[in-house]
């Protein structure tokens, strides 16, 4: 099987599913075996009648009280009944089912599940799905897989066709029976090889490829899909340095002939801001002027938690670069940021004077605008290039590029990074981050850039104010959302899902919008923004809710990224259990921007009193790192499966936080092959070459939100 295979080279995949299969991003069988669930459920034990909550997922075990009814309206059949378990009653309705009626029998138990509606006084479960005791036991023991699915897929043609694939991968995948058909007709044509030779795999102890990524579809338990875990965190790590060494290599003859001085304009800026740069920020600016006056080419990490003010030292360093007639570029993971840059610099060109011309290129502009852009940058008439990964686009040729800055460096993928630099003859390089890592991982993962740290706050902010609340809570949120409003203010709604799913029990963006729009007085602009919707949109929304012109945006975590609308005070995380803290605490540094005081309501589940506590860690602590450490202190690394704690570097799987040991066995495995075989042209390497480019290809023009 060869993993470069188009999808509907499988067996079943037709044209509908394949389109299916391609809004997710799926592509080829390598897209599909990599498409590894976005967490696991283990389903819970059956809860008596007489408990049953409201509007969740429950789990009932009991008999039918009446056979089904089936009626008919208008074409549709509706089936009701009834089922008790000796502790209460519950309603039961499916539509469109009418074989209900016949499979299901009064003095049998059936276990049910669903979500649980009002009705009247009684409680509803519409479309309950059906288990026979011994079937759902297996469900309570086993992991069930859950994906990211898109609308008309379902779990079930994910693993229909995972199965295929992993079933011609290897004779020797070892999964439960009767779980991966051994079709032997397609073993033969097993053209699959294990990149990682057993040598290494064998000292690393890290599973065979292929029994890991069946492992992460079909879990035979918690271990095993730790171990999965463990090998494909590794290989992520592992060809993500290989590309860094490659950076390395290149970086360490670099001289440069540009010649740089501060001729005023950064001084000219400084004084017309209405605020003073903090200490930390003098200081680092201080590091940047003397590597670009300096003869080296300076290749520095900005590293400042969210709100500590790095956007206006990368302002200072592209003024001071365009003042000695070169050109400098601002890269951005997200449109949306690359605008809200764009005017930001925009407006202190204008309010200090300076007569340089800055410039947005981004992705959603049209060829003509592009065509525009393009021409004013390599005619030179641009001096201050701002935009996303169309930057690093073939088209994009610079006139005098002397320096490359990457705002939000752990979005983007090394190759970006290298491309970028590639633009210019070895322009100088800033990269920003606000994810703070200890020193160790930097080392490892910024290869050897060196680093600043803005370990301080501008003065005038106000601490962030913090609550952790259950559902119960949620009215005085929103009542409280509607009074900052009042006041002038804005406020976030960040909820996990984008539509209604009927796996997962949490709040989706499109339903809460509308609830939240009735439930707030009309003059109140109520927004949506989610990661599916096309970038012009996302940035027409992002542009009114900069504006004032929407007060409450309810959106997932694409708003974790940079954004800054000083004026927002409010952020109302909804299930916030379902996020790992690290993340809680981006999401939080989107308030507390400006001089006002500024609120974070957590708000979880209400199930239990541990939630609370951890997320009360949050109250206690304002370094991202700690956050996580503490984190995985008190969970422990089987209940943080899946949640992503960092989201640093993009890596989908692996985490820079909590599998930082297998970043660091990764390190010592590159660096060993790399002085053994600098390029990988032993026959043992051969495979992992060939990955090694293909990722490399790929990567350039991929960026994700
Ligand atoms: P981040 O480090 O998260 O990128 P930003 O650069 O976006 O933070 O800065 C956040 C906000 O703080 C902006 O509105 C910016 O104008 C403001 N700011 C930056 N430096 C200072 C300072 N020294 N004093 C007061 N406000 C500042
Ligand atoms: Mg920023």
């Not at 009280?65 to 089922?83: D, E, L, M, Q, W």
């Not at 340095?241 to 501060?262: C, G, K, V």
Request: overall charge negative.
């Amino acid at each position: 099987m060869n993993l470069e295979a188009p999808l509907d080279s499988l067996k079943g995949i037709g044209e509908k599913t394949k389109h299916l299969f391609e809004t997710a991003g799926i592509e080829t069988v390598g897209d599909l075996l990599t498409y590894y669930p976005r967490a696991y459920e283990r389903y819970e034990e059956p809860a008596s009648i007489q408990d049953l909550p409201q509007d969740e997922i429950v789990t009932i075990q009991g008999m039918l009280t009446t056979p089904i009814a089936n009626r008919y309206y208008g074409g549709k059949c509706i089936s009701t009944t009834a089922c008790s378990d000796g502790t209460g009653e519950v309603l039961l309705t499916w539509y469109n089912m009418p074989y209900q009626k016949n499979s299901l029998r009064t003095g049998v138990t059936y276990i049910f599940r669903g979500r649980t509606k009002k009705k009247g006084k009684r409680l509803l479960i519409e479309q309950a799905a059906v288990f026979h005791e011994e079937q759902y036991a297996v469900l309570t023991t086993t992991l069930q897989p859950v994906y990211s699915l898109t609308k008309g897929m379902t779990v079930r043609m994910v693993q229909k066709a995972v199965k295929q694939v992993l079933s011609s991968l290897q004779p020797s995948v070892h999964t439960s029976e009767n779980r991966v058909a051994q079709d032997t007709a397609a073993l033969k044509n097993t053209t699959y090889a294990d990149y990682l030779p057993e040598e290494l795999r064998n000292r690393y102890h890290l599973c065979p490829w292929a029994e890991a990524v069946s492992q992460m579809h079909f879990p035979d338990s918690f271990d095993s899909l730790q171990t999965a875990h463990r090998r494909l965190a590794f290989d992520e790590f592992f060809f993500f340095l290989l590309q860094l060494q490659n950076l390395r290599e290149h970086r360490e003859q670099e001289t440069h002939s540009f010649h740089i001085r501060a001729k005023g304009a950064a001084d000219r800026l400084i004084a017309s801001l209405s605020y003073e740069l903090t200490g930390a920020q003098k200081k680092v600016w201080a590091d940047l002027l003397r590597e670009l006056q300096g003869e080296k080419v300076m290749v520095r990490l900005i590293q400042g938690d969210v709100g500590s003010g790095k956007t206006i030292l990368a302002v200072l360093a592209l003024l001071t670069v365009a003042e000695n007639g070169y050109q400098g570029a601002l890269m951005a993971p997200t449109e949306v940021l690359a605008a809200q840059h764009y005017d930001s610099i925009c407006r202190l060109l204008e309010q200090s004077g300076l007569p340089y011309k800055a410039l947005l290129l981004t992705g959603s502009m049209t060829a003509k605008q592009k065509r525009e852009a393009y021409a004013q940058m390599e005619s030179g008439e641009a001096s201050i290039v701002i935009g996303t990964h169309a930057l690093i686009q073939e088209k994009a040729v610079y006139h005098a590029l002397a320096l490359v800055i990457t705002d939000e460096q752990h979005r983007f993928g090394v190759r970006q990074r290298e491309m970028l630099a590639q633009k210019g003859s070895t322009p100088h390089t800033i990269v920003m981050s606000a994810t703070p890592i200890p020193r160790t991982l930097a080392v490892i993962l910024y290869g050897d850039l060196d680093i600043s740290v803005l370990n301080e706050m501008p003065a005038n902010r106000l601490p962030i104010k913090n609550c952790v609340v259950g559902p119960s809570w949620r009215p005085k949120a929103w009542d409280f959302i509607e009074k900052q409003v009042q006041l002038g203010h804005q406020a976030y709604v960040i909820c996990p899902m984008v539509e209604e799913s009927d796996l997962v029990d949490a709040e989706n963006v499109m339903e809460y919008t509308e609830t939240i729009r009735k439930a707030l007085p009309a003059e109140i602009h109520v927004e949506y923004l989610h990661g599916r919707m096309k970038p012009l949109e996302k940035n027409e929304v992002m542009g009114r809710f900069l504006r004032n012109e929407i007060q409450v945006l309810v959106s997932t975590t694409v708003v974790e990224v940079g954004v800054n609308v000083p004026n927002a005070t409010v952020m109302l995380i909804e299930n916030a259990d379902r996020f790992g803290l690290a993340q809680l605490h981006q999401l939080r540094g989107r308030v507390g921007r400006g001089d006002a005081q500024s609120y974070c309501i957590f708000l979880h589940s209400g199930k239990s009193s541990e939630i609370a506590e951890r997320l009360d860690i949050l109250n206690h602590s304002n370094d991202g790192f700690e956050i996580a450490a503490k984190d995985l202190q008190l969970r422990g690394p089987g209940e943080l499966f899946g949640v992503r704690q960092s989201g640093l570097m993009n890596f989908r799987l692996a985490d820079v936080y909590m599998d930082a040991d297998v970043l660091q066995l990764a390190n010592e495995a590159v660096t060993k092959i790399i002085a053994e075989d600098p390029e990988l042209s032993l026959p043992e390497h051969r495979e992992m070459k060939a990955i090694y480019q293909r990722q490399k290809n790929r990567q350039s023009g991929q960026i994700s939100l």
